[in-house]
T-cell receptor
């Protein structure tokens, strides 16, 4: 079955360390996204990519970095510059972009199962 | 004030009850999504609406564009419906569009 795989499910890191969250999709989708979820708040967009080798900052990109070297993969690095990195991180993909220029309202949303990052 | 407001924040029901979750938004939108987040964290898309009503099994979603309001109904609720239900709206901007998410409604259905 096609889908989005995020790994690991739980991740623990010490403050000051960079950490990379994996997101892989086999849906042949062009667009991929990273969201952050905190208790009592709606999902917030970190970064998105509409095509390979291109990505755009979302609403809360500071302290994060991404790469999109392959269509299937969109890893997120949480750097030591991110002041409050402990959160639940969700990766999503869509056939047609639903963020930014050229986005379409009729793109279904596909999400992974998330990675819970705890930094102490 | 958030652009998307959901109510209630928490909802507890007995198995078999009819459930309604509401979503109100304050800006013009081109589409609205209802999502279900399982206890493990994964999110599944339930509906995408731009007008009218959609039904899938025991789930019904309606939207009133003039009143800027949408409802998600669950008929004959079951404990397996326990999850967080999230409303997201697509807002058109000059540079494209963006999704804005509500905070979610935690639904617990007791046997």
């Amino acid at each position: 079955d096609g889908g989005i795989t995020q790994s690991p499910k739980y991740l623990f890191r010490k403050e000051g360390q960079n950490v990379t969250l994996s997101c892989e999709q086999n849906l042949n989708h062009d667009a991929m996204y990273w969201y952050r979820q905190d208790p009592g708040q709606g999902l917030r967009l970190i970064y998105y990519s509409q095509i390979v080798n291109d990505f755009q900052k979302g609403d809360i990109a500071e302290g994060y970095s991404v790469s999109r070297e392959k269509k299937e993969s969109f890893p997120l690095t949480v750097t030591s510059a991110q002041k409050n990195p402990t959160a639940f991180y969700l990766c999503a993909s869509s056939m047609i972009p639903f963020e930014g220029a050229g986005s379409s309202y009729n793109s279904p949303l596909h999400f992974g199962n998330g990675t819970r990052l705890t930094v102490t | 004030k958030n652009e998307v407001e959901q109510s209630p924040q928490n909802l507890t029901a007995q198995e078999g009850e009819f459930i309604t979750i509401n979503c109100s938004y304050s800006v013009g939108i081109s589409a609205l999504h209802w999502l279900q987040q399982h206890p493990g964290g994964g999110i599944v898309s339930l509906f995408m609406l731009s007008s009218g009503k959609k039904k899938h099994g025991r789930l019904i979603a309606t939207i009133n564009i003039q009143e800027k309001h949408s409802s998600l109904h669950i008929t004959a609720s079951h404990p397996r419906d326990s999850a967080v239900y999230i409303c997201a709206v697509r807002i058109r901007e000059t540079s494209g569009s963006r999704l804005t998410f509500g905070e979610g409604t935690q639904l617990t259905v007791n046997p």
